[in-house]
């Protein structure tokens, strides 16, 4: 009887956190990106979605997955969280005069550097769902298109990268709201 209740205790009946990682991640990327495709300028409330919902919320997410002992989930969610938290820092610490804005082609390594990460998870997804493919395969796209406009200067590439980027916004919010209709329907 001792180890029938022992494996009780360890069940984990904690939320899964990764409908909220998704969602704020997708809403975060859909609102900067209806910027990038020229719809509305850069403002507090894309900041502030960055600051609290793409940073905050993603990385409290990471780290429920951390207690779920998932390492993908982990590793995502707190990274892309702190992404959102240093994009917005990169925009407003020049506008503070904490420092200077990014010069050069550092902006474009940033991004790259981005590009490969995601690409990397990407492969993770592999052996995870096609909704999660769908994400990492276009939020990959998405960093190398943004590098290669702020390389460029093109603001044709830029709009682009704008709207493939609404493209994976949605995808991650698809991948999230699935997730929670998956469980509500028991599906």
Request: hydrophobic share 50%.
């Amino acid at each position: 009887m001792e180890n029938v209740t022992s494996s009780i205790k360890n069940v984990d009946l904690s939320a899964n956190p990764a409908p909220l990682g998704l969602l704020a991640f997708g809403m975060t990327t859909i609102l900067l990106n209806l910027h990038n495709s020229g719809l509305f300028p850069l403002g507090s409330m894309i900041l502030a979605m960055g600051i609290f919902y793409g940073g905050l919320a993603q990385v409290i997410a990471g780290i429920m997955e951390w207690k779920k002992g998932n390492t993908f989930g982990t590793t995502a969610f707190i990274s892309y969280g702190f992404f959102w938290l240093t994009l917005v820092a990169l925009i407003t610490l020049p506008k503070m005069g904490l420092s200077d804005g990014p010069k050069g082609s550092s902006m474009v390594a940033y991004l790259i550097l981005w590009g490969v990460f995601t690409g990397g998870l990407f492969i993770g997804t592999l052996r995870l769902s096609k909704s999660l493919q769908v994400v990492f395969a276009t939020l990959t796209v998405l960093f190398f298109l943004l590098a290669l406009g702020d390389y460029t200067g093109s603001a044709t590439i830029a709009h682009l990268a704008g709207y493939e980027g609404l493209i994976c916004g949605a995808s991650a919010v698809y991948a999230g709201m699935s997730q929670i209709w998956d469980e509500i329907y028991q599906k």
